[in-house]
């Protein structure tokens, strides 16, 4: 089974460059960084429309004057700001006149993440770079974007920022926003529940950036992603209307060996052996 395991990461990553090392706690996946020459450890967000920085430490690192503005997150709305031109290295990529934005980032860090939270790399790094992807293994590399990918190829569109890819659920194909900030289990759109039919359970803690809230929890029919079908998940509904019909995160991803090319709006996905 090991060596199966293995000739699998091998045929879909063929060309990628020296991994680096992906840091999972629970469903949260981070990665060593540098913004503006100060190193730090980073959460990975592929929703994210902008990388993030929490606003005491830009202060600290004197990035300059930020233009208010509100970030929108899955606990509701928050004041920001943004800041131009800010450089950050992850994993052999260079964003040399990023845009960024900032806020408090204290209470995320502190509800979701039990300790301090920096910073957030978000679209900008996915859009810039083709990245291999393999949570269970806890690696994360840059890929050659003429190199072949094994697995299965899913097209990626978007709404208001967000890339998604096709699933199939009771027998119907719809979108799924590709969510690795999503530590917390799929979220449904009320929209969806509407259309399945489908009746609450309970209630559940949730949110983001924008506070904590509590949310309807649902089940879903079966889902089917990238060849692996999943019975009977359990789902959040989504009460602002940030994440289109379903939004799927690192719980299902996992499952799976990854590759995305956001910038050329392509991802791979091979489901990864188990045991």
């Known amino acids: 089974m090991i060596r199966a395991a293995l000739a699998l990461v091998l045929a879909l990553f063929p060309f990628a460059a020296a991994a680096d090392p992906l ?64 450089t950050i290295t992850a994993l052999g990529v260079t964003l040399s006149q990023a845009t960024v934005g900032v806020t408090d980032l204290s209470d995320v860090g502190a509800r979701l993440l039990g300790r301090r939270l920096d910073v957030i790399l978000g679209h900008d790094l996915f859009a810039e770079a083709r990245l291999a992807i393999d949570i269970e293994g806890g690696t994360i590399a840059r890929q050659e974007r003429t190199a072949p990918v094994s697995g299965i190829e899913l097209p990626v569109s978007g709404h208001d920022g967000i890339d998604s890819i096709p699933v199939r659920i009771a027998g119907k194909t719809v979108q799924a926003d590709f969510d690795l900030g999503n530590g917390g289990g799929p979220l449904i759109s009320k929209a969806l529940v509407a259309a399945l039919g489908l009746q609450p359970v309970g ?12 949310t309807e929890i649902y089940y879903l029919p079966e889902l089917e992603l990238g ?36 910038g050329q709006r392509k991802i791979w996905l091979a489901p990864r052996p188990r045991g």
């Open 23 to 86: 840091v999972v706690r629970g469903d949260r996946l981070f990665v060593a960084a540098d913004v503006a020459g100060h190193p730090v450890e980073a959460l990975l967000d592929s929703a994210a429309e902008l990388s993030f920085i929490d606003r005491a430490r830009a202060a600290e690192w004197k990035l300059g004057a930020a233009e208010a503005v509100t970030a929108r997150g899955s606990g509701g709305e928050q004041d920001a700001g943004l800041i131009r031109n800010v």
């Open 203 to 214: 209630l559940e803690p949730g949110g983001g950036i924008g506070g904590a809230i509590s």
């Open 227 to 262: 060849g692996v079908r999943f019975p009977r998940l359990r789902a959040r509904l989504d009460p602002h209307g940030n994440a289109g019909p379903l939004n799927i995160g690192v719980s299902l991803l996992r499952r799976f060996l990854i590759v995305t090319d956001l």
